[in-house]
């Protein structure tokens, strides 16, 4: 199958190799698009150039999300490359780490709410503004969401608040854009070890008792969610917008454990 080729992709993301933007990266390449991949910082530099070595030698480049002048030289990079975009992933969340960890009310700040807000929430409406412009027909944004936004998860605390204004940012999104045949969705991932998961208190934890009542009976892997990922950015999906797809073994659907 290649379901994606010449499509371009724009991915942000990527840490390292455990990255689910690596998967979903790796995925987009096996159905034959082409990745231009970022990076936030120049620590993670080599080994996000590493991947792109690996799946087809496509532009990398620094940038924050949180940098206006960082995100609009990425776009003016990918004008200059490709012309225009037909995939943009967006993989990217952040919240003070101590405020991920007790309980809600007493460990939240004002200043915690709204870095959560800024950086994984406010920013997939930011780079929809940015790549407007240079966004192919039937275009194709994504991100990626937790069960915390629509579930009080203990400890995910203000992540689950800025992920519920994500998953409605993804609806509104979707409105605003559809008339131009662009399509926004989300993907909500059952929990996966990723950089991002090995900062946080008892993850394994987590994770084993997910899998103790998930239908599957055990997480989910970066493959599995790159794979949906590439169905959703393809036009096998075009009839799909504002949608949130749960990648999590069956987690959400059931009740009332083992
Ligand atoms: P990860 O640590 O590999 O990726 C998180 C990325 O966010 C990193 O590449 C980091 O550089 C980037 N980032 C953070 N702040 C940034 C900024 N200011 N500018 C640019 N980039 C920034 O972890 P991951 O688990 O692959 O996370 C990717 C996405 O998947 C996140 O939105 C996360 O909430 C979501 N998600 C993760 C899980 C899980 O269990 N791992 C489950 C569901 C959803
Ligand atoms: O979205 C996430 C985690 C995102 C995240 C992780 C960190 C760790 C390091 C955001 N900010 C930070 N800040 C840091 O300093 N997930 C879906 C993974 C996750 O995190 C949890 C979870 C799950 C699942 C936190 C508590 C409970 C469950």
Request: charged share 20%; proline share 3%.
């Amino acid at each position: 199958m290649s379901f994606l080729k010449g499509k371009k992709a724009l991915v942000l993301g990527v840490a390292n190799d455990k990255s689910i933007a690596t998967g979903i990266t790796r995925a987009i390449y096996e159905q034959g698009g082409e990745i231009a991949l970022t990076y936030q910082t120049e620590r993670l530099q080599s080994r996000v150039e590493k991947l792109a070595q690996e799946t087809g030698n496509g532009p990398t480049m620094q940038c924050d999300i949180t940098n206006p002048e960082e995100l609009a030289s990425v776009v003016e990079k990918v004008k200059q490359v490709w012309g225009g975009l037909d995939i943009v992933v967006h993989a990217i969340a952040f919240a003070p780490r101590e405020q991920l960890e007790g309980n809600y009310i007493d460990v939240t700040t004002k200043d915690g709410f709204l870095m959560a807000h800024d950086i994984s929430a406010w920013s997939f409406t930011a780079l929809a503004q940015a790549v407007k412009p240079i966004l192919n027909p039937n275009a194709s944004l994504l991100t990626l969401t937790y069960l915390g936004a629509v579930r009080a998860v203990p400890n995910y605390n203000i992540m689950g608040i800025a992920k519920a204004s994500l998953e409605a940012s993804v609806r509104y999104m979707a409105q605003s854009l559809g008339t131009e045949g662009i399509r926004v969705n989300g993907i909500s991932a059952g929990p996966i070890r990723t950089l991002a998961a090995s900062g946080i208190k008892n993850f394994r934890d987590l994770q084993d008792k997910a899998s103790a009542i998930t239908p599957l009976g055990r997480p989910v892997t970066t493959e599995e969610v790159g794979n949906t990922a590439a169905f959703l950015s393809s036009d096998l999906a075009s009839g799909i917008t504002g949608e949130i797809v749960y990648v999590d073994g069956g987690y959400n659907v059931v009740a009332g454990g083992a």
